[in-house]
């Protein structure tokens, strides 16, 4: 897995290099502990179905090293979906 996300270039369309499905928080830290400030991880939501986790490397050797964010599907009018970032 680790190889999956070391890269220097961002490609949005390549979502099999940041999106690790099934994956824990803590398997996400452990993964992003080894990488580069910035680096992220989208994986499945383990505590609200259907939501994703956004788990971030955001500094070196703080007590925070890493930071998750719970994004929500909200479906608006016609259909249409909208990410909500908590």
Excluded: W
């Excluded at 996400?28 to 259907?50: A, K, W, Y």
């Excluded at 070196?60 to 979906?81: A, F, M, Q, T």
Aim: hydrophobic share 30%; charged share 25%; proline share 2%.
């Amino acid at each position: 897995m680790k190889s999956k996300i070391m890269r220097n270039l961002f490609d949005s369309y390549d979502f099999e290099s940041y999106y690790f499905g099934n994956i824990t928080r803590e398997e996400s830290e452990d993964i992003l502990m080894l990488c580069e400030v910035g680096t992220f991880i989208l994986r499945n939501s383990t505590s609200q179905p259907h939501g994703y986790s956004l788990s971030v490397r955001n500094s070196l050797g703080g007590p925070r090293d890493i930071h998750h964010y719970l994004i929500n599907s909200i479906e608006c009018e016609y259909g249409i979906k909208k990410l909500q970032v908590i």
